[in-house]
């Protein structure tokens, strides 16, 4: 079994929003980091690590020219930015948090 990582240590996030959708791009550090997150970084994995914030769907578009994943977060940001009571009502933060989440590293 494999040693566990946050994905800060094998990708860098960007985030930002349009309404109530967050978009996450989420940029592997190397080839390798790529086939892990594209194997293991799921939307359903990214609906999960989100419980409770993001209330609509996750959509996941891969981006293999840049070794890249994408995501869209519905219903994400309380109603958007003017009428959201989040903390984060722009969605900017959302990429760092991702980043807590953990993957395994193949041995």
């Known amino acids: 079994m494999g040693r566990k ?10 985030s930002g929003d349009k309404g109530d959708i967050c978009n996450v791009g989420l ?5 390798n ?9 799921t939307a359903e994995a990214v609906k999960k ?18 070794q890249a994943l994408n995501f869209v977060l519905r219903n994400a ?5 003017t009428r959201t009571l989040m903390m984060d009502q722009t969605g900017k933060a959302f990429g760092n948090n991702l980043l807590r989440m953990e993957v395994e590293l193949p041995d």
């Open 49 to 66: 690590h989100f419980e409770g914030i993001v209330k609509g769907n996750v959509e996941r578009y891969d981006l293999d020219n840049l």
């Open 27 to 31: 940029m592997a550090k190397d080839e």
């Open 77 to 81: 940001l309380g109603g958007g930015a």
């Open 5 to 14: 990582v946050q994905l800060k240590e094998i990708c860098y996030a960007r």
């Open 33 to 41: 980091a790529y086939k892990i997150i594209k194997a293991q970084v």
